[in-house]
């Protein structure tokens, strides 16, 4: 294991309120397991996160989640977590939005805590899903057609061209409000769903975008996980296949393996070299089966969840490797560790539930490697129950949910007298009877027919 400054605690940030994110809990074992001090901002003290023996303190992040009042609290979770007033910690974004929100106050942060030089503007080159688009086409890089409408009708009309179905996806995800029922990212399947969605742009904070919907299939989905040091090198990059995703076809990483794909690889170190990147990077590809080609589908600017299926045969991983950078100590050389999984036990069940015949072939050379579990580990058990614990309420939540729109469905069905139908939110109406037609006016509907 590389020696690392045990000295520097670090403080894990994730305004995202997702209570079942495994990636803040494998930077929690990562760094806790080298012997440095972590400490959480998460979604709220009884996260399953906040279980880790590996984690000294968790507290929920500030009410206001705008860049600056988020500064002003990791600078007063430095004094309450840190040896004294000049004591340097480094701070970890594990969603989008806390990334782009320490690039912005970088500027007052960096005396007290550890960062990656990074501009805001830089980030939303890539985190922003439109001005991807204009990256990629700007440098040559595959990307999947991508159209940007102005109104309902025009998205209706770019979706026909694109070919339904289409992804839809909003182009600054971290801005959808809570508790809406919009996903950052879904797939339209008819014109009507399309305009729909575009009337909830005012809601969703930002422009709504189509794209090509590219065909999902085995070893099709591919990844690219790696840490650009100081010195703009990528010493730790690299690629894995997507076994499984949740939702399936165009979700997160349910199960992975870390495979070596040469086209990716190099795609991935052409685009940050491209930018001058520096820092954590994460980015999802898809293999073009009509064109060989490998079309970059998203940049994150920060630690992938999956990111511990990266882990070599000394430990080292990207959320390690940023801390041995930024605290001043070299990055050694990786030892890769080809055929390792990563399983994310929640997700690959409802993946395993969805396509239950969906197998795929090892490629460990002949190696037996090691599984990751996102959730489960033996040095640290507590969270995978408290997440277990938490996963069958929320799983009971949405089953009650179900019940109780059918039930308010039938019901409303059952007011239904003769002749009416219930509309949703609009109660009984009348039914229009199909007018009857004569034998005789069929008849001269028929192509070739006259009137006689």
Known sequence: MPSFDTRVPAVLVRLDRNPFHHGTLGAVRSLGRAGIPVHAVVESRTSPVARSRHLGSARPGPADASPAELADFLLRVGDEVSEGPSSPLLAVPLDDVTALAL?????????????????????????????????CAALGLPHPRTALPTGADEAAAMARALGLPVVAKWSRPWLLPAGAGLRSTSIVRSLAEVRELYARSPEAGSRLLLQELLPAGRDLDWFFQGYVDSAGRCPTGATGRKERAWPTGAGLTAAGRWTVNPAVDRTARTLLDALGYRGVCDLDFRLDRA???????????????????????????????????????????????????????????????????????????GVRRRTEW???????????????????????????GALRRRWTSDRDTTRAGPGERVLPGAGPVPVREPRRVSRWRRRCRRPGSAAR
């Not at 080159?125 to 990256?135: F, Q």
């Not at 991983?317 to 050694?332: I, S």
């Not at 996102?374 to 938490?390: H, N, T």
């Open 103 to 135: 690039a912005r106050r970088r500027a007052e942060l960096t005396p007290r805590f550890l960062l990656p030089e990074q501009t805001e503007a830089q980030l939303l080159r890539v985190a922003d899903k439109a001005a991807l688009a204009e990256t």
């Open 291 to 365: 064109t060989g080609a490998y079309h970059l589908l998203d940049f994150n600017p920060r630690p992938g969840a999956q990111f511990r299926l990266f882990t070599d045969q000394d430990g080292l991983d990207v959320v390690r490797a940023l801390h041995l950078d930024l605290t001043g100590r070299p990055v050694p050389p990786p030892s890769p560790a080809y055929g390792r999984r990563f399983v994310a036990e929640n997700y690959a069940l409802l993946s395993l539930l969805a396509v239950p015949r969906r197998r795929w072939a090892a490629e460990t050379g």
């Open 374 to 400: 996102a959730w489960c580990a033996v040095d640290d058990p507590l969270p995978a129950l408290a997440m277990g614990r938490a996963w069958l309420a929320h799983l009971l939540r949405k089953a009650l």
